[in-house]
């Protein structure tokens, strides 16, 4: 029985270490990875703030892996030939597999505006784009593109490296995904306070420069910049499949409990395919590295032979952006309406944070707080708990 | 509304036998030990002082606040707060907040605390000297103060407004003055 | 039976004198840095308000969440594996008491007692923080409140 991973991300590389762990053979398990050693995409941000070797990135389990016998390929698959169970990679060789676990991971969402395709747009999501802004010297000017976590922590960073950091968001509030409004247009004066330029309800029109980026045109206003960051979300990489008959929702391979596709024998998981949700059920696009993690585990159960199913994912999220704690268990009260339900919040304000927990029925289902303080204290423990003890 | 039930010491009447302590062990472990106790005598040899410190199962009790796991809840038929151990992840917060030292740790780190032993407290069968009591709060504050006035205070705030019916206005009165006298000598005790 | 050992934190006898913090950050990478220590004293307007420094509760909520197996219970200690750990952030926003911090490289780092002998009740000067067997604290909790009874009794006369 050989079991073939494509991907040697946190999905990928916590699959090939469950099933290690779980007994099977780890001389049957192929890794076929384009980056290697595996990284984690959340130290980025910190190493590039505190200017570190690209060596703390890594994440140190791909040794354990090593010395265990695991086999890893440098490269990039081309196709998956379903019928024949094997999968072709570029430069013509290929591999035959009896269970096959599709784990490419995501790439980043560039939104169709003009200029984009200028010199000194990049996205921050690799350790390629890293690399790239490791490079930068001397003052600029950098314009991020996006108010997630992603972007934020990638403006603070930048801010933190000595760049005059301005932050662009079409929604109406930062961290429109994570956090409500109260909570979220706190963070921004916060923020804003600490130095960090953020224009929300702000959609950039156009990128302008020739050849080189020269500034970004947002609202009619034109602001000078050097470099643009899109920090626009995540988008799942799954060109792989096309043609495979593996069933995509909006490009997101769908998979079933036990982190299947519709075809036997090939599992998936991380940002290329979708999630359940504890709460509803209901299947969700979360591209975050521990419901990668908790599919690699079931995976590796279900192939090892245990069978075991997930009762889905309760995100819990955590975030340090300039000196501010931001903390999300369960479901926002956005993404809680958008999941179909209806949801009330109540919040709670001290000195130093502002908390808000969401309810549904009288039931909590989720929450989120921001700190300023260097004390995190909060409850989401008890709302973890009574999510997991309420909905299954 | 009923009448909550507390458990109080009679201070003056505590030997320090520590017999409380063993029934309270052997009661919830089967085994004489007193640190798996709920009630512990602290004595004092120089004034002749046994102090037992248990818990008050206080009305916005701090213990319960502090839970960070929400594991501590109240259970209104026996008047007691109580530890949730499926939800309790043992990190000792609740002993920190208690302010008398009433919940106490067991050699794995767990945290104990009188559960009133479900509203029959082997301690107050225990007692030889008959300082334990438990009961309706306005039957036990009457023990503890040897008279019937502080009863009949109680019940009347029970009742509210309802003013008690014949002679029993005369004790109510009486019992207010009874309660300022006392309150003036703590006055001039400085406590 | 062994009694299990733990950290008995008293923050009224803090006087925020960083010993600890330093000592545990020199223990874990050589260097006195205060980012790289898992213990943090929190003082807010010159008072100490609380001392984040790792429960090892058990169950443990960073264990429940983490999904990296990275976090587990070792014969009563919580402890952190940094070979497996990707700085999700999980166990963070969990942990009720801010124990799991950030460090140096964004490395998470977080209590594991030394292996039984912890740098900062070895070097705390008030005795602020103790390492003792659990059934110990009572004790010490119950002691002060037993003397305040005892004035009291010996105020009003004793018995």
Partial sequence: MKTVIIGGGIGGIYTAYYLTKYGYTPNNITVIAAEWPPYSKHRLAEVLSEKLSIDYTYIGIYNLLLDKGINVIHGVADKIDVTGKKVLLKGGSEITYDNLVIATGGKPFIPPIKGVELDNTMSFYDIGDLRKLMRIRGPLRIAVIGAGLVGLTAASALKKMGATVTVYELMEDILPGVIDKPLSSKLKNYLSGKGLRIHTGTGVEEIIGDRRVKGVKASGRIDPADIVVFTTGVRPNTDLVKDTGIETVRGAIRINRSGATSIKNIYATGDCALSHDLITGKEVYRPLGFVAAHYARIIARNITGTKKETRGIVPTIYENIGGAHIVRVGLSLKEAESLGLSPTLRCEETIDQISCTVFEERRPIGYEAVGFSERIRNKAWQVYYDIHTLFS | ?191 | MVAKYILDIDIEKCNACMRCVFACSLARSGVIDERQAMIKIIVEKGIVIDIAVCRHCDPAPCVNVCEFDALRVEDGRVVLDQSRCTTCKACISVCPFGAIRESYGGELVKCDLCGGDPACVRVCPTGAIKYVPAHMVKTRRISSVAKTIHEYLEKIGGR
């Fill in chain 2, 1 to 191: 509304m009923a009448h909550r039930y507390i458990l109080a010491v009679d201070y003056e009447k505590c030997t320090g036998c520590h017999l409380c302590e063993l029934a309270c062990s052997i009661k919830h472990y089967g085994v004489v030990n007193p640190y798996l106790s709920r009630i512990t005598i602290i004595t004092k040899p120089e004034i002749q002082a046994s102090t037992p410190v248990y818990c008050l199962q206080c009305n916005d009790a701090m213990c319960a606040r502090a839970c960070p796991a929400n594991a501590i809840y109240f259970d209104d038929k026996t008047g007691a707060w109580l530890i949730d151990y499926n939800k309790c992840i043992g990190c000792r917060e609740c002993v920190y907040a208690c302010p008398f030292g009433a919940i106490s740790l067991t050699v794995k780190a767990e945290p104990i605390k009188c559960d009133l032993c479900g509203g029959d407290p082997e301690c107050v069968k225990v007692c030889p000297h008959g300082a334990i009591f438990y009961g309706p709060e306005y039957e036990v504050v009457r023990k503890l103060k040897k008279g019937k006035a502080v009863g009949i205070v109680y019940e009347v705030l029970e009742k509210g407004i309802e003013v008690p019916a014949g002679n029993r206005v005369k004790e109510a009165e009486e019992a207010v003055k009874t309660l300022y006298r006392i309150w003036e000598e703590r006055k001039k005790l400085n406590i």
